[in-house]
């Protein structure tokens, strides 16, 4: 089946440094969603991408979808610690309802 | 209620026993879907229902796990003669409609303990 890879698995930085999660595929991605997840909480939606090469900005944060639908990022801008959680990308797929996330990466922000 | 709702919150079975996760989507919702998050792990598709039926039962483990959704609203999750590696999260969400336009929103999670 489809799988969806996450790099890297965690993450820990300093307040105020920049921060970026990758997501890759060895297919095509539908469209990419991304979540974020705070601990001991459930995932809460960000963001979706659907076009190639597209790129979306949430005040600090930044979304982008590769050129070749095969990949996506998120970067923080100046962390800080209410950024603290788990962020996941998730592929919606041909079927337009199954998600496919991927392993997720932690974050932690030291003040 | 403004969310989607989770009942329990926390449950803790004996191996062996029979367990019932039930979710309340949001007013107006008519897609549901059930997944199952592992500790480390992204949350894994088990089930979608639209209105009342289950349009994909795909993600379903085994014949033990069994979920309904009789009136189109609350749906409940099955799960019988519960095995240790059922301990998870399960984590309902629902959207207005399948489309991919339609945000889909989580639940708080009925995190399960089997001992």
């Known amino acids: 089946g489809q799988q969806v890879m996450q790099i890297p698995q965690y993450q820990h930085v300093q307040e105020g440094e920049d921060f970026t999660t990758y997501c890759n595929s060895s297919t095509t991605l539908s469209n990419i969603q991304w979540y974020k997840q705070r601990p001991g909480g459930h995932p809460v939606f960000l963001i979706q991408l659907v076009k190639s090469g597209e790129v979306k900005k949430q005040k600090r944060l930044t979304f982008q979808f590769g050129e070749a639908k095969k990949n996506s990022s998120l970067h923080i801008t100046a962390t800080q610690t209410t950024d603290v959680g788990t962020y996941f990308c998730?592929?919606?797929?041909?079927?337009?309802?199954?998600?496919?996330f991927g392993k997720g990466t932690l974050l932690t922000v030291n003040p | 209620g403004a969310g989607v709702s989770q009942t329990p919150s926390n449950k803790v079975t004996e191996k062996g026993k029979y367990v019932e996760l039930r979710c309340d989507p949001i007013s107006g919702h008519t897609a549901l879907y059930w997944y199952r998050q592992s500790l480390g792990q992204g949350p894994e598709f088990l089930i979608y229902f639209q209105g009342t039926g289950a349009a994909d039962d795909s993600g379903l483990p085994n014949d033990r796990f069994f979920a309904v959704r009789p009136e189109g609203s609350v749906s409940t999750l099955k799960i019988q003669r519960t095995e240790r590696g059922d301990s998870a999260v399960y984590l309902c969400a629902s959207s207005l409609s399948p489309g991919s336009g339609n945000t889909i929103y989580f639940g708080e999670g009925s995190w399960l303990t089997v001992v």
């Open positions: 998730a592929d919606r797929g041909g079927s337009n309802y199954k998600l496919t």
